[in-house]
């Protein structure tokens, strides 16, 4: 079993900038994929942006340009940056896991909006 917490979200003014991270816990060694998506308020689930355990990086159209995803195998941990986000951007953010195996795990979301 795998368990994702999230962290960051909140209210972010449009052209700030907003960080998430995400840490992994339990059977770590398993994870393949660490990644982010996003539920908007018009209930479409979006990519955000993916990253493998080798490095292979994958984002979204909407946010390429404005988002880079990091990680951190050692501490088990993802990190989303976004640079000027915008109205657009707000939703509840998921951080996701995949396995090896591909089993997914999801964190219970944080939300984020972008307003001023």
């Known amino acids: 079993q795998v368990q994702l917490e999230e962290s960051g979200g909140g209210f972010v003014q449009p052209g700030g900038s907003l960080r998430l991270s995400c840490t992994a816990s339990?059977?770590?060694?398993?994870?393949?994929?660490l990644g982010w998506y996003r539920q908007t308020p018009e209930n479409q689930r979006q990519l955000v942006a993916t990253v493998a355990r080798d490095g292979t990086t994958n984002y979204g159209d909407s946010v390429k340009g404005r988002a880079t995803i990091s990680r951190d195998n050692a501490k088990h941990t993802v990190y989303l940056q976004m640079i000027s986000p915008k109205p657009e951007d707000t939703a509840v953010y998921y951080c996701?896991?995949?396995?090896?195996?591909?089993?997914?795990?999801w964190g219970q979301g944080t939300q984020v909006t972008v307003s001023t």
């Open positions: 339990g059977s770590t060694f398993s994870i393949n994929n």
């Open positions: 996701n896991g995949v396995t090896f195996w591909g089993k997914q795990y």
